[in-house]
């Protein structure tokens, strides 16, 4: 398979590495897109031995060289130590090496800052968006299944969902699109007439935007949020769900329809052999969240989980719902206002963290045994008005919080188990600019959070 070279400018930006500073200086002109800070680098400093009871705290920033102004997620890929955050405000991935703390480059060519409302390629919802690795299958590897692949590469991919109705699949070696894929739906034998998006231009089925993968079965799944009709005037449709193969050449292999409501971050669970997929802003259940219970070999909707959040001691109302694995039969999932920890069989809700509000991505860190997100602290109690953005700390099996880390304007933890670091966006605005970590102003940047100990490598800790 040719790579797709018109999706494919991988732009030379790192001739200049921006390393990760505690104060603003020139960015350091450097032959190579690597480099090793060693004991220079601040997110590196020595210090006491790691221990679980250290309390996190703000390490350093990483400037981007284009203002950050379009940003979704982030991604920390244990497999190469890479860090990747989409923009569509330059219409690609920028990469950070999560080692040494420096910018790699950008990976181009893709949506970039469409509008929604369908009918062109530039109003059919903006990109790129979300990210999950899967190992590498396929013959595109020399038949070998993903196992091995020669000359020191890594032996996965990335899959990142974009505009327009396409998911991408790099190679995070080459930092380049092998296969783009088209998620939008068009007639067909079992699909509703009133999910029909695609008259052939794919320009009304929206952006692409959260993906996950499924181990067992080597499915990925990635949701359409926000599909219009194609009939005039293109009303809004229930978003779909494709499943796209994560082996090469990545086939589509079918949709799945939830109904009503903003489809947000789903996750495989072992536990049940299916994807569990939150739903929100259902219009037909008002103040109510679901998860809804999908069978991957079936292509279908086994189950819905339901929680009403004035009913949840503690919780607050309806807002952001997404969901991460943690050991002990644990489920964290965002909703009603608060990070929340569900039983992951049942459903059952174990405990409510009162103390912060909720944001965007999250992540369970298998290194340090954390759970993270971004959300105001304290968070808002009508009358009172919510708190600014924080970086949130909570036990990942016993659900206790543990700290709220200041963090204005930040957003998106993931954290890179290999140095229990945790990696947050922070969009550059005028309002959050003066306030933020960002060490060089105007542009936004990467804010990199640690333990106070001496970065532990790779061992987990509960």
């Known amino acids: 398979m040719n790579h797709v070279a018109r999706n494919t400018a991988f732009a030379l930006l790192a001739l ?5 500073t505690d104060e603003p200086t020139a960015p350091p002109v450097e032959p190579s897109l690597h480099k090793s800070h060693g004991n220079d680098d601040p997110c590196r400093a020595p210090q006491a031995s790691w221990r679980a009871v250290d309390s996190i705290v703000f390490r350093c920033a990483i400037s981007i060289p284009s203002p950050l102004t379009g940003s979704q997620k ?3 890929e244990e ?3 890479k860090y990747f955050l989409s923009d569509a405000a330059a219409s690609g991935v920028h990469v950070i090496n999560a080692r040494n703390h420096t910018y790699v480059g950008l990976i181009a060519g893709m949506a970039g800052a469409a509008t929604t409302g ?3 390629a530039t109003t059919n919802g903006p990109g790129p968006n979300s990210f999950v690795s899967t190992p590498r299958r396929g013959n595109r590897w020399g038949g070998n299944g993903g196992h091995g692949h020669g000359g020191g590469r890594d032996n996965r991919v990335l899959f990142v969902s974009d505009g327009n109705s396409t998911v991408h699949v790099i190679d995070m070696d080459d930092l380049t699109i092998i296969k783009s894929i088209s998620t939008a739906v068009q007639a067909g034998e079992g699909i509703p007439d009133n999910q029909v998006c695609d008259d052939g231009t794919a320009h009304y089925c929206g952006r692409a935007n959260e993906i996950a993968y499924d181990p067992v079965h080597h499915v990925v799944i990635v949701q359409n949020p926000s599909p219009l009709a194609l009939a005039a005037p293109h009303g809004a449709l229930s978003g779909h769900a494709t499943f796209i193969s994560a082996r090469y050449p990545y086939r589509v292999l079918g949709y799945v329809f939830p109904g009503p409501g903003t489809l947000e971050g789903q996750v495989w669970v072992p536990q049940l052999n299916r994807f569990l997929m939150p739903i929100q802003n259902n219009p037909t259940t008002p103040g109510v969240q ?4 999908i069978n991957v070999r079936t292509r279908t909707i086994e189950a819905t989980r339901s929680y009403t959040c004035a009913e949840i001691p503690g919780a607050g109302a309806n807002g952001n719902n997404n969901l991460q694995l943690a050991p002990g039969g644990n489920l964290w999932a965002q909703m009603c206002g608060r990070p929340i920890r569900l039983d992951v069989r049942t459903g059952t809700v174990k405990n409510v963290v009162v103390e912060l509000g909720t944001g965007d991505q999250d992540w369970y860190n298998s290194g340090d045994g954390n759970f993270y997100n971004t959300g105001a602290f304290p968070p808002a109690i009508p009358p ?3 708190g600014p ?3 949130g700390v909570m036990n990942g099996r016993t659900g206790a919080f543990k700290q709220a880390v200041p963090n204005p304007g930040g957003a998106s933890p993931s954290a890179f188990a290999g140095s229990n670091e945790i990696f947050t966006r922070v969009p550059f605005t005028a309002a959050n600019d003066p306030n933020s970590r960002c060490t060089v102003k105007g542009t936004g940047c990467v804010v990199v959070f640690g333990h106070s100990g001496r970065v532990n490598q790779g061992h987990g800790h509960d």
């Open 118 to 120: 369908g009918g062109t």
């Open 384 to 386: 009172a008005a919510a």
């Open 389 to 391: 953005a924080h970086l």
């Open 290 to 293: 679901q998860h809804i219970v």
């Open 74 to 76: 982030g991604w920390a």
């Open 16 to 20: 200049f590495a921006i390393s990760c």
């Open 79 to 81: 497999s190469n130590g």
